[in-house]
C-alpha cells in the first residue's frame, strides 16, 4: 500500500518492515492486522487492515467493508506499540537506546 500523509509518502513495498501483529482468526469483521515499519529516512508509520467491525473499516453510506490505512506515528509510539504487543525481538532491535536492565 502507498499513501500519502502531510506531504510525506509512505510505501510498504519499499520500506523496511519491523513487526506485525493480529488477531485474524479467519474470515471475521473483527479481524485485524498490523504491520509496523521504518522507512528509509528514519520515520515510522503502521500499516493496519481489518474487517468491517474494526478501526479500519471503510465506510460506504450506510454499510461498512473491510479497509486498510496507513499512520504515521512517532519513535516514542513505535516503541509503545511494540511493548503493547510484547514484541520483544522488536524492542531489542530497534529501541536498545531507550530500554535498560532492571
Avoid at 26 to 35: I, L, P, Q, S, T
Avoid at 64 to 84: F, L, V
Wanted: aromatic share 12%; with cysteine; charged share 30%.
Amino acid at each position: 500500500m502507498k499513501a500519502t500523509i502531510n506531504k510525506q509518502t509512505y510505501d510498504t513495498e519499499k520500506e523496511t518492515l519491523i513487526a506485525e501483529t493480529s488477531n485474524y482468526g479467519g474470515n471475521d469483521f473483527r479481524a485485524w492486522v498490523e504491520k509496523l515499519y521504518l522507512t528509509r529516512k528514519g520515520n515510522w508509520f503502521l500499516h493496519g487492515w481489518g474487517g468491517a467491525l474494526t478501526k479500519y473499516a471503510d465506510q460506504y453510506l450506510n454499510r461498512s467493508s473491510e479497509g486498510d490505512r496507513i499512520i504515521p506515528i512517532t519513535e516514542g509510539e513505535a516503541y509503545e506499540w511494540c511493548e503493547e504487543h510484547q514484541l520483544q525481538e522488536a524492542i531489542d532491535s530497534h529501541f536498545k537506546g531507550v530500554i535498560e536492565d532492571a
